[in-house]
């Protein structure tokens, strides 16, 4: 009895193992074309969302059909797939074939590389005739679905802007396209050298006396400007004599050339100290190059130098640098630079030994009074003197003292510290000396008495 019963619930055990197995589909979806696998396709079971394929388009679901049941796979870009699966299938690959073109349009200004927020395009497949437009937002981006191996012209138009058409074949998946537009008033200019023709960089135009630019390392500069009408039009270059003109620009115009011709001009710098004479060896350079050093008569000769805007700089040692931004001419042009002797900031301390400030106490430079200590024992000066120079402190009850110190024109502010003694400190230390002096000579003469009266034999090899 006992071995029946075990026996009906082994069987009733195993039945209900067998109703409640579980069977996992393991779904792959490839694209049809080059069966690459496709990620995040949608999957459905009997017309229910199931999940999505992983980024390596596999999806596994667990069931426990007895029966057949409908799988539908879905992915934008592609046809849908639908079949009948077995339920005790385990695994199914499901290949995609698709069926539109994504067409990524992104419109930007051809100056500014900036986004069109305001650009209207406009897809016209040409064996239909169907059309499609969209407005691009801040991005300056539109997005299309096309139909596979179509042929579309593409229409984008812009407020301001010249419209750019373009044909485009929808013979791949993904197409992504940039579109530059131009501003419908824009304008070139190419300025060039008068005589090689070589393109000039750094170049300012300006149009109706506003700047419109800089011309860059190929002598064009782009600058938006209206046509069918006269604009004046100066140009300046370093080196080169400026242009300027008052034209009628057509309305299909798009660019002017102009030539420069060189203009080397000659400058004279002549550099003199504070009482007017002449000072050779000074440096001067030109917009921070090296440009030559003044002779014995103070003059440096600069030649073929470009008109315009220059920055002169004449600098020497133990004097102030000089420097100036001066407007260059055709015209033989001479500089007159004057060089003020460099100062030095000095403050000088007064202390006795102790580091006790020193006030009322008289400081000279070099023999010259320069003034007298304050409260605080200092004497503060500007000097233009430069190289060894004495620096002397004297006050009554002290000892007069001095130091030497180097001044360096233009290294900033220089600290002289001077101790003073007083007269009456040294008076013990004179008294000291005096006494050991005098211990010193008694002692050696009562050395030299002793050694005389000795006995004989203690006078002998042992001394």
Request: proline residues 3%; charged residues 25%; aromatic residues 8%.
């Amino acid at each position: 009895m006992n071995i029946l019963r075990i026996l009906c619930t082994i069987v009733i055990l195993s039945f209900l193992c067998c109703t409640v197995e579980a069977v996992t589909l393991d779904i792959t979806v490839r694209d049809d074309d080059d069966n690459s696998r496709i990620a995040y396709a949608y999957i459905y079971i009997d017309d229910e969302y199931v999940g999505k394929t992983d980024d390596v388009g596999e999806f596994s679901y667990s069931h426990s059909y007895d029966e057949p049941f409908l799988l539908e796979v879905v992915k934008s870009g592609y046809g849908d797939w639908s079949e009948t699966i077995d339920e005790d299938d385990t695994s199914v690959n499901v290949y995609l074939t698709y069926e539109t073109a994504t067409l990524l349009v992104s419109v930007l200004d051809a100056d500014t590389i900036e986004p069109v927020s305001d650009a209207r395009v406009k897809v016209t497949a040409e064996g239909t005739g169907e059309s499609e437009s969209e407005w691009v937002g801040s991005s300056g981006e539109a997005e299309f679905e096309l139909t596979p191996d179509e042929t579309y012209t593409l229409e984008i138009t812009s407020t301001g802007y010249e419209t750019v058409t373009r044909t485009i074949e929808a013979d791949e998946r993904e197409i992504t396209l940039r579109c530059w537009l131009m501003k419908s008033d824009r304008f070139s200019f190419k300025v060039l050298d008068a005589d090689d023709k070589t393109p000039l960089s750094d170049a300012s135009v300006s149009v109706d006396g506003s700047l419109a630019g800089v011309t860059g390392t190929t002598g064009i500069l782009t600058a938006a400007l209206a046509t069918g009408r006269y604009h004046d039009i100066r140009v300046v270059c370093p080196g080169y004599s400026s242009f300027q003109q008052n034209a009628y620009f057509e309305e299909d115009e798009i660019l002017m050339e102009i030539s420069l011709a060189w203009s080397g001009c000659t400058v004279t710098v002549s550099v003199t100290d504070g009482a007017g004479e002449p000072l050779a060896n000074a440096a001067v350079s030109v917009d921070g190059a090296a440009a030559g050093m003044t002779d014995s008569s103070g003059r440096c000769t600069l030649t073929e130098l470009g008109e315009g805007s220059r920055t002169i700089e004449v600098a020497k040692d133990g004097y102030d640098t000089w420097k100036e931004t001066r407007t260059i001419g055709t015209e033989l042009t001479d500089i007159a630079v004057s060089l003020a002797p460099a100062t030095t900031a000095v403050t000088v301390l007064v202390e006795e030994p102790d580091h006790r400030v020193v006030s009322g106490a008289l400081i000279a430079l070099n023999g010259e009074k320069i003034g007298v200590t304050d409260d605080n024992g200092q004497v503060q000066d500007t000097i233009e003197t430069s190289g060894a120079c004495n620096f002397t402190a004297s006050l009554r009850g002290y000892l007069p003292a001095s130091v030497e110190k180097t001044i360096i024109p233009g290294t900033g502010a220089l600290s002289v510290t001077i101790t003073l003694h007083r007269e009456n400190d040294l008076v013990p230390v004179f008294i000291a000396a005096a006494i050991a002096a005098v211990m010193i000579l008694v002692l050696g003469i009562r050395w030299r008495t002793a050694g005389q009266y000795l006995p004989r034999q203690r006078r002998g090899k042992n001394l």
